[in-house]
């Protein structure tokens, strides 16, 4: 089975410049969650979509955003950027087996702010 | 008081030695307990899943859950230089959440 992917691996951006990432979650997995990770802060939960739908969010500004398609990929778009937006952003996609919920994350996006 | 706190280290053992990583949390609706490890600039992998209070074993790995006292742990027998990582708690409420809550790692190197 594919793992988590996620698009593009590392970007470059300049303050004020909008950017979007993109993830595709393993097969038949309908739920994807995003995750900022910083060395101060550590991993911290964005949001999660389920089957189109923002089910949970998290405590980050409303220049954070995201959706989910029919085929369960996931972009997330920060507008306005700025230099504290320089992370680590990780997608998750969970699914259930064998009665329990585990949760896969994707190699990462290394967003870059000068 | 943040909701998952974890010695972020780093810890350094050599070759063969027992690792014993901690997590402490404050807030009893979390559940569900995992562990991850994540190598230098790449996604955490998914290495144990609990649910409930006691011990889980998967090959060198037993990761232990005591609700009681909101501690949980995660031992690596006979420690490899390929389990050098940084070690992540992470935990979630039941139901429809599946937001995770996570610590903020420790660093592991293990000597040859």
């Known amino acids: 089975k594919a793992g988590v992917t996620q698009t593009p691996r590392y970007l470059i951006k300049t303050r004020g410049q909008q950017v979007t990432l993109s993830c595709s979650p393993i097969?038949?997995?309908?739920?994807v969650s995003w995750y900022q990770q910083t060395p101060g802060q550590g991993l911290q939960f964005l949001f999660e979509?389920?089957?189109?739908?923002?089910?949970n969010k998290g405590n980050f500004p409303g220049r954070f955003s995201g959706r989910q398609f029919s085929n369960s990929r996931s972009e997330m778009n920060v507008s306005t950027l700025e230099l504290g937006d320089s992370a680590l952003y990780l997608c998750?996609?969970?699914?259930?087996?064998?009665?329990?919920?585990?949760?896969?994350f994707g190699p990462g996006t290394r967003l870059t702010v000068l | 008081q943040k909701e998952v706190e974890q010695d972020p280290g780093p810890l350094s053992v050599p070759e063969g030695a027992i690792v014993s990583l901690n997590c402490t949390y404050s807030?009893?609706?979390?559940?569900?307990f995992m562990w991850y490890r994540q190598y230098s600039r790449k996604g955490p992998e998914l290495l144990m899943y609990?649910?409930?209070?006691g011990n889980k074993e998967d090959g060198r790995f037993t990761a232990q859950v005591d609700k009681s006292s909101k501690y949980i742990s995660l031992f690596i027998r006979d420690s490899q230089p390929s389990d050098s990582a940084t070690y992540l708690c992470?935990?979630?409420?039941?139901?429809?959440?599946?937001?995770?809550?996570f610590g903020k790692g420790t660093l592991l190197t293990v000597n040859p």
């Open positions: 097969s038949g997995h309908r739920s």
């Open positions: 609990t649910y409930s209070s």
């Open positions: 992470a935990m979630r409420k039941g139901g429809s959440n599946y937001k995770l809550t």
């Open positions: 979509y389920f089957s189109e739908t923002q089910r």
């Open positions: 998750a996609s969970s699914g259930w087996d064998r009665g329990s919920l585990e949760q896969f």
């Open positions: 807030n009893s609706a979390f559940q569900y």
